[in-house]
């Protein structure tokens, strides 16, 4: 008997916990949504070295884009430059190269999920470039001259990219630079092709999906 009175509350203890259960089961359905796209957006600045006709060259890169699923992104990149070509013209005039172009943005991302990923990245763009007079880091831009030319660019490379968290990525990477024909005097330049390589940050929100686990079943 005393052992009957012992097991009586203890049976009432778990009826009740299994109807709360229920209950709760019933207010409320439990789902994962990990596995459904993953949107973002974001905005980047970079800042690479390269060359240009085998001269130092300096880059500056700004980027916007959706990211699709942490698998590709698709924006608008645009693209500064400024090579120390060092061309004399005379005593008085020592000549450098400078220019800018823009256009589509496209990166393929592998193993987006990951803290660490790798990126193809396409860009697709036009602009154009400059000879720029160089005295004594005094830079010129004479546009007297007419001297600007049009110029189309395919850039492909290769990036490593770092999820430091929900909202900054640091990249790390290089990339190869095919341009059309460049028709400027003194045409020492025939086009801006070249390797380049560097870093840059991107800043914004890159899962903007809700991970909760149970939704309330309200009542109508």
């Known amino acids: 008997m005393k052992q009957n009175r012992l097991l009586l509350p203890m049976l009432l203890l778990f009826a009740c916990s299994a109807l ?25 600045l970079g800042t690479y070295f390269g060359e240009i006709d085998g001269k130092n060259t300096y880059h500056g890169h700004f ?5 699709a699923n942490q698998q590709v992104e698709v924006g608008f990149a ?19 190269f400078a220019g800018a172009y823009a256009g589509l943005h496209v990166e393929p991302i592998l193993f987006g999920k990951s803290k660490i990923n790798l990126s193809f990245p396409v860009m697709l763009g036009a602009g154009a470039v400059v000879y720029v007079e ?5 830079v010129d831009i004479d546009f007297d001259r007419n001297e600007w030319d049009e110029v189309f660019v395919v850039e492909p490379g290769l990036n490593l990219l770092f999820n430091l968290s929900r909202y900054v990525q640091l990249e790390a990477g290089m990339r190869y630079r095919f341009s059309s024909k460049i028709d400027l005097a003194p045409n020492s330049i025939k086009n801006i092709n070249g390797f380049s390589a560097g870093f840059g940050i991107k800043v914004g929100v890159f899962n903007m999906g809700r991970n909760r686990y149970k939704k309330h079943l309200r009542n109508e």
């Not at 645009?78 to 450098?96: K, M, P, R």
């Open 134 to 138: 160089d005295n004594n880091r005094d």
């Open 20 to 44: 709360a259960q229920t209950e709760d089961d019933g207010d409320y359905i439990e789902f994962n949504d990990r596995r459904n796209v993953v949107h973002g957006v974001y905005l980047g």
């Open 78 to 96: 645009a693209v500064g430059f400024y090579s120390q070509q060092n061309i004399l013209q005379s005593t008085f005039e020592n000549l450098d």
């Open 63 to 67: 980027k916007v884009a959706y990211v």
